[in-house]
């Protein structure tokens, strides 16, 4: 095959990939319960419980404490932004409730608090709303939605994201530790624990509870449907053999630093003004880190946060740029595409952050508009078709990788027609 023919090969492959990745973009809009963004203009949509900036979208019930959702606008100008709240189940589908069995108060609201970007060559409108509040609050546990929506008109999406309301009703101890299968002992970590009810009733927890293990606060690979391997009067005990409840390790998350637009980072190679006038920013190309050795760094797991250090204010005087990655491949892959992702994405695929190939370097490529900040990330690939993504196949797979752990209780009782979430707790591979 000559190098003509060979190039119109592989070119033929990553159009065929596209449009098998990408069909649903074609799809008419439908409510996701998922974090999902329904509109191009909308960037850097961020969900946290108000104590600090990297917390997840976890509350208490009957707490104090409150998720703030923020996103921007690139359009500019103002517009009528609205959100309700969505109850689902411990498998994120709507539950059959209607709003005023799960809300008091209002059952929706306007988006008021809102201020256009200053000092910033990428004009936006940042908008901001925090919940739950005087006029909208939850009366009962569980997994949610918070859905936006323009002009009063629910069919008329802008994004969705996911959060949760918890009850400390169970205890729930536990550790992580290295996998204790053999093929899984060098690259694997463990995830045990147990549920103590000895304060709470549980009827049935064989067919009434439901337990979801995250990593790194991920919906991707979340690990669901375990049940308890033995039953005591009030404990259920979660320790599995077979590998039921093992994560890959994967490497610490590799991270860009662009706080600053007038100094370089440690990972920035180049930064300047496009044709355009916007900002960008240049990595160096990345290292395969497959089979190299692991080496401890810290890193903020998948999260990012946004910061501008020439500026005061992160959320209205923070520029976007474009950022430009890339790493060395000897030749394309024909059955699927590498992508780039992390919190700042959801961690969710898409065609903003698929890789292409480029020929002439050698290697994939990908350009993100991003807003100036700190952020972690990782490359992953997924087969054609399939959502299940491989991130050690560039990143490699250590056991001793630190990684945070969430354990999520949910029962529905005798009775009733909901997953309440009972309890909630949080474990580190190396913090104890």
């Known amino acids: 095959m000559n190098k003509k023919n060979s190039f119109l090969f592989f070119l033929l492959l990553a159009v065929c990939s596209v449009f098998a990745q990408d069909d649903e973009y074609v799809k008419e809009k439908f409510i996701r319960y998922q974090d999902w963004i329904y509109k191009p203009s909308i960037k850097t949509p961020q969900l946290r419980e108000t104590s600090y900036e990297l917390a997840p979208a976890l509350i208490e019930f009957g707490s104090d404490e409150q998720l703030e959702l923020s996103f921007d606008d690139l359009d500019g100008g103002y517009k009528n932004y609205n959100y309700t709240l969505i109850h689902c189940d411990a498998s994120w589908n709507a539950t059959d409730f209607v709003q005023s069995e799960y809300l008091t108060g209002f059952f929706e609201d306007n988006i008021t608090n809102y201020a256009y970007s200053s000092n910033t060559i990428q004009q936006y409108t940042h908008y901001k709303v925090n919940f739950p509040n005087s006029g909208m609050k939850f009366s009962k546990s569980g997994n949610y939605i918070v859905l936006v929506y323009q002009d009063n008109n629910r069919e008329n999406l802008v994004l969705s994201k996911r959060f949760m309301v918890y009850q400390n009703l169970v205890a729930i101890p536990g550790n992580v530790h290295q996998a204790a299968r053999s093929d899984e002992y060098f690259d694997k970590q463990e995830v045990d624990f147990s549920i103590q009810f000895t304060n709470y009733n549980l009827t049935n927890p064989y067919t009434d509870m439901k337990v979801v293990i995250t990593q790194n606060n991920r919906w991707d690979n979340a690990i669901y449907n375990l049940k308890p391997m033995f039953a005591n009067l009030n404990e259920l005990t979660y320790d599995y053999d077979d590998g039921s409840t093992c994560f890959n390790g994967g490497h610490e998350f590799r991270n860009f630093d662009d706080k600053s637009i007038k100094f370089y980072t440690q990972y920035i190679q180049k930064m300047y003004k496009d044709s355009t006038s916007l900002y960008r920013v240049q990595l160096y190309p990345e290292e395969v880190r497959t089979f190299k050795r692991y080496m401890q760094s810290p890193d903020l797991?998948?999260?990012?946060?946004?910061?501008?250090?020439?500026?005061?204010?992160?959320?209205?005087?923070?520029?976007?740029?474009?950022?430009?990655?890339?790493?060395?491949?000897?030749?394309?892959?024909?059955?699927?595409?590498?992508?780039?992702?992390?919190?700042?994405?959801?961690?969710?695929?898409?065609?903003?952050?698929?890789?292409?190939?480029?020929?002439?370097?050698?290697?994939?490529?990908?350009?993100?508009?991003?807003?100036?900040?700190?952020?972690?990330?990782?490359?992953?690939?997924a087969k054609d078709g399939k959502s299940a993504v491989d991130e050690t196949m560039i990143e490699g797979n250590h056991w001793e990788t630190e990684n945070d752990y969430t354990i999520y209780v949910y029962h529905r009782k005798l009775g009733t027609y909901y997953d309440q979430l009972i309890g909630v707790k949080k474990l580190n591979s190396i913090r104890k």
Request: glycine letters at 8%; a negative charge; proline letters at 2%.
């Open 301 to 381: 797991n998948g999260e990012f946060y946004i910061r501008t250090q020439e500026m005061d204010n992160n959320d209205t005087e923070a520029d976007y740029c474009h950022v430009e990655f890339f790493f060395p491949y000897d030749t394309p892959l024909a059955d699927g595409n590498f992508y780039i992702t992390g919190k700042f994405c959801d961690w969710r695929l898409g065609k903003e952050t698929r890789m292409s190939y480029n020929m002439l370097k050698k290697g994939y490529e990908c350009e993100l508009f991003l807003k100036q900040g700190f952020y972690n990330y990782q490359y992953v690939y």
